[in-house]
């Protein structure tokens, strides 16, 4: 209970940073579980790999949800529509615009922390981005309606992390198994330079 009241209390006080921790946290998480519960890694768990998921959901990911609900707060202000209503349009709004631009974001932020090459990059992006969002669009929509409808603005990112856990297991997943198209273009891509 005092760790839950203390979580409150930063929130309140830094929410952005409150949202990067315990984003970049369960990042971290959903790749442990994708690396031992859906890869078998065992011992030959990628701690480096863990780490660019931690990273990415500390420095980008969880910063930018918090700054996207304050703003999405702002673009369709529940006041002045009914709660469904704003809900609705919100979600709507959060899957046509966020989703895309989120997960893209994550596989560029990925392949810049893997130091590939923005063919590489843009390789992976062709290959991933449509699966990965169909794939999106099975899980988030209900989850952001009631997200939305019923939870306070200050606790959304906190939701969407708890939900988070097994999309960022299937994420990790995704983002690290091997594909020949991308592997075809690694191959062919000179060595990146220090």
């Keep these: ?5 203390w979580y409150l209390y930063m929130l309140e006080r830094r929410p952005i940073v409150m ?35 931690a990273a990415i959901g500390f420095c980008f990911v969880g910063p930018v949800m918090r700054l996207w609900y304050t703003g999405l707060e702002k673009i369709v202000p529940a006041s002045k529509l009914s ?14 615009v966020f989703a895309p631009f989120i997960i893209s974001s994550f ?36 989850t952001q309606l009631l997200n939305f409808y019923f939870v306070p603005m200050q606790h959304r990112v906190l939701v969407v992390n708890a939900v988070s856990l097994g999309w960022n297991s ?22 990146p330079t220090k």
């Design 107 to 142: 596989y560029v932020n990925l392949g810049l922390l893997h130091n590939d090459s923005m063919a590489q990059i843009e390789t992976r992006l062709r290959s991933e981005l449509k699966d990965t969002l169909i794939a999106n669009w099975k899980v988030w929509p209900a």
């Design 19 to 53: 949202s990067a921790i315990s984003t970049g946290t369960l990042m971290a998480t959903g790749d442990l579980i994708a690396q031992q519960a859906i890869d078998r890694k065992g011992r030959d768990h990628d701690l480096v790999r863990t780490a660019r998921m």
């Design 1 to 5: 209970m005092v760790l839950w009241s």
């Design 170 to 191: 299937y994420l990790g997943w995704r983002a690290h198994r091997k594909d020949p198209s991308i592997e075809e273009v690694v191959a062919a891509s000179p060595a």
């Design 83 to 96: 709660t469904r209503t704003a809900a609705l349009t919100k979600m709507a709004i959060d899957q046509t």
